[in-house]
């Protein structure tokens, strides 16, 4: 069984959820929006996308608790910033830095591109998970590929999810649930405190 380092500890990996019949509830559509932002996702790749949202469902009592959901801002900054700025040649990341750093990256193209947005006024959470999941992996792929990725696939695509998971949160200032989300403004405001 593979593992998933996230914050406070090592959580082992859900085994992925089949077919069609699937029933991941709050998170079933960013399932679609990681395969549409990956490109080339294979069957492997959707296996991967869908046992990190698997992840999170059995997770969500723990996201309940806010005291769960605190962001180590610093640590999110550094992972994106290595893995990003173009100048991490020498640099080796596991899966929770590729995690952290992907969920950075699709947070930037979601509030700056306009990628997101819902017909309750906010933005979809589902949406910026599938980017974040959809960024893990092919990171994931070119960093393991160079020799520069320790820990599995399936551990950096568990970890963005949750990572983006947590933004999403942390940008409309409470809990999981709920149909609208953070405003624009909201999330606008925390990718600018991060990626300043």
């Known amino acids: 069984m593979s593992y998933y380092q996230g914050d406070g500890g090592y ?4 085994p992925s959820y089949s077919g069609q019949g699937s029933n991941l509830n709050e998170f079933t559509s960013a399932l679609s929006h990681a395969q549409s932002h990956h490109g080339s996702s294979t069957d492997d790749d959707h296996s991967l996308f869908n046992s990190a949202l698997s992840f999170l469902e059995n997770r969500k009592s723990h996201y309940a608790e806010p005291s769960n959901n605190d ?11 290595s893995l990003y700025s173009g100048q991490d040649d ?5 899966s929770d830095s590729l995690g952290a750093g992907a969920a950075m990256q699709a947070l930037k193209h979601f509030t700056s591109g306009g990628s997101g947005g819902s017909d309750s006024g906010g933005l979809d959470k589902n949406k910026l998970i599938g980017m974040a999941m959809a960024q893990a992996g092919k ?7 160079a020799g520069k990725a320790s820990g599995d696939k399936q551990s950096a695509i568990n970890s963005a999810a949750e990572a983006a998971l947590k933004m999403y949160m942390k940008g409309q200032g409470g809990g999981i649930g709920g149909t609208g989300g953070p405003s624009t403004s909201g999330l606008m405001g925390l ?4 990626l300043s």
Not at 90 to 94: L, N, R
Not at 139 to 145: I, T
Not at 191 to 194: E, Y
């Open 11 to 14: 959580y082992p990996s859900q």
């Open 71 to 81: 962001i180590d801002e610093d640590k999110y900054m550094r992972a994106h910033q």
């Open 90 to 94: 020498e640099s080796h990341h596991d």
């Open 139 to 145: 990171l994931w792929d070119e960093k393991n590929g």
């Open 191 to 194: 990718a600018s405190k991060f």
